[in-house]
């Protein structure tokens, strides 16, 4: 069965890091790409960021290009998003999503990817 958990959500205060992690099963991470999006109150999904099989290459929403790093080791079926320099925007809940890299580019939209964590919640506030 293919499970996505994210962890690592909070809250932080303005210009804090926090780094979300993404641990997979049931499938591995040297065939599908992960993408990190988060949807903050009243709004919709927006994709954050994605590594691909592609020799690693990444992908980042304009809004956190700079701020944001993804990562993943593959022997520990992990993926991470580290956040630095947070603002009181990149509140939302933090979802990681699988997709099948044989079709699609960027970072992508909601319906590019098949399964889906649960959510973590990150919040900046001061």
């Known amino acids: 069965q293919v499970h996505l958990v994210e962890s690592g959500g909070g809250l932080v205060q303005p210009g804090g890091s926090l780094r979300l992690s993404c641990a997979t099963s049931?499938?591995?991470?040297?065939?599908?790409?992960i993408g990190w999006f988060r949807q903050a109150p009243g709004k919709g999904r927006d994709g954050v960021s994605c590594?691909?099989?592609?020799?690693?290459?990444?992908y980042y929403a304009d809004s956190v290009k700079g701020r944001f790093t993804i990562s993943r080791d593959n022997a520990k079926n992990t993926v991470y998003l580290q956040m630095n320099s947070l603002k009181v925007e990149d509140t939302a809940l933090y979802y990681c999503?699988?997709?099948?890299?044989?079709?699609?580019?960027?970072?992508?939209?909601?319906?590019?990817?098949?399964?889906w964590g649960q959510g973590t919640q990150v919040t900046v506030s001061s």
């Open positions: 049931g499938f591995s991470l040297d065939y599908y790409d």
């Open positions: 999503a699988r997709r099948n890299p044989l079709f699609y580019t960027g970072v992508g939209t909601e319906s590019e990817y098949d399964y």
């Open positions: 590594i691909s099989t592609n020799h690693g290459t990444t």
